[in-house]
């Protein structure tokens, strides 16, 4: 097996002295001593020309989907870039705000806001609400009646459009619990109340038909059944959601957001469509900006069966594996450019035998106890969807610019762990 694919690592990495895995001009096993393991290292370059491809292509309806990836840092850098944010709860609002967000660059998502979270967003005057159900539309027009301003609204509709994508990522089917479903005509009726209630200012309709999705007509064909919907309406703004797939084995291919977009504008312009499209990439934004690095704490070969690699992570560090089945590379950073003949599974420390990092990996044949083992294309839903189950410290995140690295979220110390205890 040959050295790691280049086209999964960070746009800034490169064959360091020693043959080391090198990212915006550092070392990743310097890093390592510096910061310990398990660690998120993202290139900040990468992730900033990612958002500048998001604004370029959609313009002021570029939205950051902040679930794939939420801290400080990440919030400022994609306001910095110009892209909105999108919030799915009033956490992530605030998190975003504390980062210098304002909340009129906020699009507010989720299936079951609670009152607080509605509350929240009218009083802040949030730039969209994305309004999911029936109950919403009765808890806003309640809200606003009491005082507070009509908010700006999409609606969330679901399109009826098979994502070809894992089930439990596919959002757009008419079995979903996200939005109103067209089919059945629930879509058209919701529109119809926006519009006769003083309640709503209403902008537009939003969709979204899945995650981790690869074909670009896929969005195309969700971009015309929406868009047949809302014609009749003259709503001027559309969005179409995120769900952009990205490549995380070797052999997959994926669209680049330019590529993404230019699929979505020739639909739009076959369509005659004269509402400003509106989009919101996560995964496809911070994914490949990142690699986790681990150390090496075990080996056990089992003759004829299989060789376990254990590292000081898993599932508390990226569920995927454990949650969707999801595939990763591994390679060692010490030698990135090594064939990697052994065939290996990677596992973490947690008392699971499904804690599963790397199902089907290869590393270098002198593998030892002690080396630093990456998986790389961890950037989104790793962080963001970690826990500390077996009370595991969640890992710090560093980003690498230009030589420099910056340490965005700290590890978590034993102390973190029963702070919010009560004896």
Not at 255 to 264: M, V, Y
Not at 373 to 385: D, E, F, K, N, R
Request: hydrophobic share 45%.
């Amino acid at each position: 097996m040959s050295a790691v694919p280049r086209d999964l690592l960070p746009d800034h990495a490169s064959l360091g002295e020693g043959g080391h895995l090198t990212i915006a001009g550092c070392d990743t096993i310097d890093l390592v001593r510096e910061f310990g393991t398990p660690l998120f290292v993202y290139d900040e370059e990468h992730l900033r020309e990612r958002c500048r491809q998001a604004v370029a292509a959609f313009g002021d309806g570029a939205v950051y989907a902040s679930k794939a990836f939420l801290c400080l840092a990440m919030a400022r850098l994609a306001h910095e870039e110009g892209m909105r944010i999108d919030v799915a709860t009033g956490g992530e609002a605030f998190v975003a705000m504390s980062a210098g967000v304002p909340p009129e660059r906020l699009v507010v998502h989720g299936n079951n806001k609670s009152e607080w979270e509605l509350e929240q967003a009218l009083d802040l005057g949030v730039g969209r609400l994305v309004i999911d159900g029936f109950d919403e539309l009765d808890r806003v027009e309640r809200l606003v009646g009491e005082g507070r301003p009509a908010p700006a609204v999409f609606l969330r509709v679901a399109p009826g459009v098979d994502a070809h994508t894992h089930e439990y990522v596919a959002t757009g089917q008419d079995d979903s619990k996200f939005g109103f479903t067209v089919a059945n005509g629930d879509a058209a009726r919701a529109v119809d109340r926006a519009l006769q209630s003083p309640a709503f200012d209403l902008r537009g309709v939003h969709s979204h038909i899945g995650s981790q999705v690869f074909r670009a007509e896929s969005f195309a064909e969700a971009l015309e059944v929406v868009a047949g919907f809302a014609a009749p309406f003259g709503l001027p703004e559309l969005s179409v959601g995120g769900g952009l797939g990205v490549a995380y084995v070797e052999g997959e291919t994926a669209p680049t957001i330019g590529e993404w977009a230019a699929t979505l504008r020739r639909s739009a312009d076959s369509l005659g469509l004269d509402a400003r499209l509106w989009a919101e990439p996560g995964r496809a934004i911070v994914a490949s900006a990142a690699v986790t690095l681990y150390t090496v704490g075990a080996i056990k070969v089992i003759p004829g069966t299989r060789t376990y690699v254990a590292v000081d992570g898993g599932m508390s560090d990226n569920p995927r594996p454990v949650i969707y089945g999801s595939g990763y590379e591994t390679f060692l950073p010490r030698s990135i450019a090594a064939d990697r003949p052994l065939a290996v599974r990677v596992v973490g420390k947690h008392c699971e035998s499904g804690d599963v990092l790397v199902r089907d990996g290869r590393v270098p044949a002198d593998l030892a106890v002690g080396d630093v083992l990456a998986t790389p294309v961890t950037g989104a839903y790793g962080h963001s969807m970690g826990s500390n189950y077996n009370k595991m410290m969640r890992p710090a995140v560093v980003f690498v610019r230009n030589g420099d690295a910056r340490l965005v979220v700290r590890r978590e110390s034993l102390d973190d762990l029963v702070r919010n205890d009560l004896i």
